[in-house]
Nanobody, 123 residues
């Protein structure tokens, strides 16, 4: 069992930056691949970024490539999402998720989810 708690969301102007954190409970955190998803009102939950258990392989959704960076610190049981050059279309609730198998992009492959943190980007 893995419990995930996101933090770091808030209101930021377009062009600004935010760093989201996801703190995980459980001693097996380092064995999980992790991911970030987001969901805007009226839209499907969308893959944002994923990272493997070791932290040396990352994948990104097309809409965030070059602007967002995912990273993890297994010693702190935490995964991060650094978001730069934010745009109003990045406004959404951002969710952290854990995958016990391998790095993935499909929502259905993730086993555990956090409660989400709101990110709002004003124009």
């Amino acid at each position: 069992q893995v419990r995930l708690v996101e933090s770091g969301g808030g209101l930021v102007q377009a062009g600004g930056s935010l760093r989201l954190s996801c703190a995980a409970s459980g001693r097996t955190f380092s064995s999980y691949a992790m991911g970030w998803f987001r969901q805007a009102p009226g839209k499907e939950r969308e893959f944002v970024a994923g990272i493997n258990w070791r932290g040396d392989i990352a994948v990104y959704g097309d809409s965030v490539k070059g602007r967002f960076t995912i990273s993890r610190d297994n010693a702190k049981n935490t995964v991060y999402l650094q978001m730069n050059s934010l745009k109003p279309e990045d406004t959404a609730v951002y969710y952290c998720a854990a995958n016990r198998d391998s790095i993935a992009t499909m929502r259905s492959t993730f086993n555990y989810w956090g409660q989400g943190t709101q990110v709002t980007v004003s124009s």
